[in-house]
């Protein structure tokens, strides 16, 4: 009996001690990544040749935010590293219509070249791999896409980055043109034909 007493209590202090010394932090945005591509680079210096390695990496927290960075360094670790530094310090918001994108654009980038199309409820995203994890991350869940260019990532990738860039909400486009969308009247401010409410 007494034993019990002993653990209950001191988990309830332990549990108010951790209460009031953590300092009160803001959560941060919880950042995904993905590793699209890796590969070994060699330079021929005097000596030899010299290796190292280079990752093209998908960041993303999954609700509007994606970038995409590349890193090279001696160890494969540390190239994927500076590819998610590179990729947070590259964030674009995209545009989302339910779950899917506004509108179909095409991507350019070199000699990539990605088109992407809005898809129903369901469908899921038919992509490649140099596409699908922006996707993913970008919270997309449905959307069909074509790769029409080269089918090296990097320019996959960064040509799907130029068309998420493209992409516009029809709030957008009727700024552009000068018709903001007003609000819809309510039950008291309607008035009839005769001007009787």
Do not use: C
């Not at 034993?3 to 951790?18: A, I, P």
């Not at 957008?172 to 309510?186: L, M």
């Amino acid at each position: 009996m007494r034993g019990d007493y002993l653990v209950n209590s001191n988990r309830q202090r332990r549990g108010r001690e951790d209460r009031s010394s953590a300092p009160l932090e803001r959560p941060q945005e919880e950042f995904r990544d993905e590793v699209v591509s890796v590969g070994p680079v060699s330079k021929t210096v005097k000596g030899g040749r010299r290796r190292s390695f280079r990752a093209l990496v998908v960041v993303g927290n999954g609700d509007g935010k994606v970038g995409a960075g590349l890193g090279k360094a001696l160890d494969l670790t540390d190239a994927i590293r500076k590819g998610i530094e590179d990729a947070k310090k590259n964030l674009i918001e995209v545009p989302r219509y339910n779950t899917t994108i506004p509108h179909e654009v095409i991507g350019r980038h070199g000699a990539g070249m990605v088109l992407l199309r809005p898809a129903s409820p369901g469908t899921g995203i038919i992509a490649g791999r140099g596409v699908r994890p922006l996707m993913e991350l970008a919270g997309i869940q449905d959307v069909l896409a074509k790769s029409l260019g080269s089918s090296n990532p990097y320019n996959v990738v960064y040509a799907t980055i130029d068309a998420l860039k493209q992409l516009r909400t029809a709030q957008d486009v009727w700024e552009v043109r000068g018709k903001v969308k007003q609000a819809e009247p309510t039950q008291e401010s309607e008035v009839g034909v005769n001007g009787i409410a």
